[in-house]
């Protein structure tokens, strides 16, 4: 079989690949792991998410903005509590929450309620409430709706407005990871909404001091043209807004799915930022999730059984989509990587097989056609990127919602 050799390096790193024919992460080998930690059990690497939130801030020290940001850890991406603590500990980020339970396990992990950032839609009258009695909190209302309640709760105060610029960046334009754009989404006040807004923030007194946006998750290089129109189209709001001090960017940084991506150029996506920022006496808040633990994370597996049906070899593994929905919701795949180098010389010789989990619904497919070495004597199996979006995604789908998580040094 002709195989392209990026297929089995391209997800490789320092922290991350084979050694002696055996794979490792963060410092161990995978096998003494799954006889550790047993299975299904994602592994989150502290060392690599360290990594990645200093890769963000290198580039952005190099640009003018050196010493005007702030960077808030999106937890919708990850919630594992030691994982926050860390975090918290370590005080390099702050926190992105979206409902009144992530903002108390925030404070329950150890940040302050002025290091968390709260944008939300939807919120019911007790949501609200509950949020009201987090002094110190930062809100980001996201409709005329959320305004005037807030308003009404708390005339007077500061506020940031999620705005809408009609304009979206996400990763290939996978229109399921795009926010806003030419569909008309619930995300954000629209330019034609946004005199409104500013005339109901005025009735409550509402200082609005922040302008944000989150308009698509997981771009790479190749998008930056469009975040640099989508700011454009956001500095409407900027100007037509007199007390605004900051900007929140959102999220949306994405990290490769596949051989043939490379990663997120961060000097190009920080001079796209400093180009529009700086020269304006303004914060830049960005909150991204994926960014910093999606690539910090595997899912280990065992395998359930290899068998033929008709031209397809299936490998089942002993979790399905609903602890790590993105390949199934979003068409992200997360390549597995098996637990013998594939290209070492001990590997026996490769075959494709199609991996899928244990839930009964058609869309429980792993992967289709991976490469990987002949899985008969093999008995795990891990998938990558799994650090993000995967078990804070999970649910309990046919009562199969039960794994590990472990938070390596
Ligand atoms: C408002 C907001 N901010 C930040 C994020 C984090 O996005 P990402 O993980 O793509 O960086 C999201 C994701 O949905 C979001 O909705």
Known sequence: MQVDPAYFTWWQRSDLGYQQGELNFAGSAVRELIAEHGTPTFVYSKQRVTDNIQRLKSALDDTALVGRYKILFAMKANRFAPLLQFLARQGMVGIDACSPNEVAHALACGFEPDQISFTAGSLSQHDVSRLDEFEGLFMNCDSLYSIETWGRLKPGSEIGIRVNPGLGVSRACNDRLQYAGTVTTKFGIYKEQFVEALA?????????SKIHFHTGCGYLTSELNQLDQVISECLWFVENCPDVSRVNVGGGLGVPHSAGENPLDLGKWAAVLAKHFASRDILIEMEPGEYIVKDS?????????LEKKRNTLFLGVDAGFNIAPEPAYYNLPFQPVSL?????????????V????????????????ALLPNMQQETHLTLINAGGYSSSMASNHCMRGEFTEILLD
Request: glycine share 6%; aromatic share 8%.
């Open 200 to 208: 109901l923030a005025n009735r409550y007194q509402l200082t609005v």
């Open 297 to 305: 994370g595997l899912l280990l597996l065992s395998k359930t059984y």
């Open 340 to 352: 013998i180098d594939p290209q070492g010389k001990a590997a026996p010789k490769l075959k494709k």
């Open 354 to 369: 199609t991996v899928v989990g244990n839930i009964n619904e058609a869309l429980d497919v792993w992967y289709e056609d």
